[in-house]
């Protein structure tokens, strides 16, 4: 591999098509597969240099900001020298046509870390920005759009955080733009958003009372690599709090949680729910396939595990044994059974 910015000059990057389920193998991660270009969203973005949260807001006027062409670096654009936090903004129209399918942002590669809004709601992040500073300027970025958050047929805004730490900086490469895949899935809990993640390994972890305060906040679905954690291969934690405000209790439930490298055990208020593979007697031990990682995983809920109107929490024990880390693609989140039959009836049929 070449060292992480002496190579930013010379790194070749490229794009075919994309995927709907991403390669996770493919350690160059080239997308390659069969998501449909909606809109493109190359051209000319808003931009300005520095960092404010009210940038996020679609209520914020940027009309004096200036104009930049996306994708290529700000430094080839007047912001020559420039290395620190940057915000990019673009409202695009999303047709109602494009309802009950899922839908993608892809942002090709940004140099150094980013954080993607929709609507001022946060739909992904790669890197780590400082003071606990990971590059990820090598990584895709392709972000889940939950359908609650976008306005069909009416203006959307995107905005993009970026930190640069040197060189070339902002969003450098790729087919940017708005695609489409599957049939999108209609979620009682939507969870992809920021979860807590700790490495290491504790059972004391999977209890509804266990402190996970001090932990790291980590954004799910998304490899553990890019937010702070390169070259990592172990035992990890993922922990999510929230409030069931959905069916009554005694409905039946399924916890969707897309795929996850390598190995997982799931936890809902302390109990088990679902597994994948073999977890080992000490780390080290072969007790898998080889093929856990590409097994889609959706778990069925033990009646009245979820507690209406109160704390719940979901723990996630992993273990990677190579290569990409953690719950990497989604969709994540909480269905009814009939919702989750009816979703997998409708990809048998359509075939997407």
Known sequence: MLPMHTSKAVRVLYISVLLCWLAPRNQAHAIQGNLSLLQ????AWSFTIGVNDEWISPKYNDADWETIKVPSAWEDQGFNGYNGYAFYR????????????????????????????????KIGSTGGFPPQYETAYNAERIYYIPEQYISFDAPNLIAVK?????????????????????????FDVNLQTTWKFKPGDDLRRKDIGFDDSLWDDIFVPARWEDQGYRNYDGYAWYRKTFIYQG??????????LGKIDDIDQVYINGTLVGSTGNFPSQLGEHTY??????????????????RKGQKNVIAV???????????YEGPVGILSQSKYIDYWRKLKKTGN
């Open 40 to 43: 493109s969203l190359k051209g």
């Open 90 to 121: 673009k409202r695009i129209n999303i047709p109602a046509v494009n309802k009950g399918r899922m839908l993608y942002l892809y942002m090709g590669y940004i140099d150094d870390v980013d954080e993607v809004y929709l609507n001022g709601h």
């Open 162 to 186: 970026v930190y640069d730490s040197y060189q070339a900086g902002g969003i450098v490469s790729g087919e940017i733009g708005l695609y489409g895949g599957k049939t999108s899935v209609n």
């Open 247 to 256: 069916n009554s209790t005694d409905e039946k439930m399924v916890i969707v």
């Open 289 to 306: 396939t080889g093929q856990e990682f590409d097994a889609f995983r959706g778990y069925y809920l033990p009646v009245g595990i979820l």
């Open 317 to 327: 024990r992993v273990i990677d044994t190579g290569g990409i880390g953690g719950i």
